[in-house]
């Protein structure tokens, strides 16, 4: 089955840029999304189809997608952006793999 | 507003079941797909199928395919996902996740299930 991979942590100070990695074979073929996980929280989407933002997500997060990898890039790092990370795909048999996520700290 | 809100926490003893319900409201339901995805403590989410709730064609992960029974009602706009021959490693939180072309927007607010 297809698997993701993901930096378990990425630690980074406030107003500074962090970027979260998800790894596929041709992962660039498919469509990424990505959702944000506070603790003792339902996960929220922050980004769809590689780059997409949903409405109330800050325009300081985006995505791309190319080749093997798949980047959020969360620009000028807050407080509240501390959490869990974790990238979706759909595989081509209709199944749905999440990687195993990213635990972001801000410093 | 949309909203998926799930039934409550459940203790099972291993070799059980456990049916975990979740309600959609804010929606027409029948013209979306709910999935199921479990995250066991401090672990990832893992996904474990989902339910056309229009035509009722369903999807099961390999791992799950002999033990989960995803159903759904749609006079009451409620989907099901029943869980049987419990075992420890079943512990996690279990939520419903309404699909929006190939990405789940709305989430339930998870079930946890202690076995």
């Known amino acids: 089955s297809y698997v993701l991979t993901q930096p378990p942590s990425v630690s980074v100070a406030p107003g500074r840029t962090a970027r979260i990695t998800c ?4 992962l660039g073929s498919k469509h990424v999304h990505w959702y944000q996980q506070k603790p003792g929280q339902a996960p929220v989407v922050v980004m769809y189809y590689d780059s997409d933002r949903p409405s ?3 325009e300081r997060l985006s995505g791309s997608n190319s080749g093997n990898t798949a980047t959020l890039t969360i620009s000028r790092v807050e407080a509240g952006d501390e959490a869990d990370y974790y990238c979706q795909v759909s595989d081509s048999s209709s199944d749905v793999v999440f990687g195993g996520g990213t635990k972001l700290t801000v410093l | 507003q949309v909203q ?5 926490a ?3 003893k291993p070799g059980a079941s456990v049916k975990v319900s979740c309600k959609a409201s804010g929606y027409t339901f029948n013209t979306y797909t709910i999935h ?5 403590p401090g672990q990832r989410l893992e ?3 989902w339910i056309n709730a229009g035509e ?6 390999q791992k799950f395919q002999d033990r989960l029974i995803i159903t759904r009602d749609t006079s009451t706009n409620t989907a099901y996902m029943e ?3 419990l075992r420890s490693e079943d512990t996690a939180v279990y939520y419903c996740a309404r699909e929006v072309t190939l990405y789940f927007d709305r989430w339930g607010q998870g079930t946890l299930i202690t076995v």
């Open chain 1, 23 to 26: 790894g596929g074979n041709n």
């Open chain 1, 56 to 58: 109330g997500i800050p």
């Open chain 2, 4 to 8: 998926l809100v799930q039934s409550g």
């Open chain 2, 10 to 12: 459940e203790v099972k």
């Open chain 2, 36 to 40: 199921w995805v479990r995250q066991a």
């Open chain 2, 47 to 49: 996904w474990m199928g």
């Open chain 2, 56 to 61: 009722g064609n369903k999807k099961y992960s």
């Open chain 2, 83 to 85: 869980l049987r021959s």
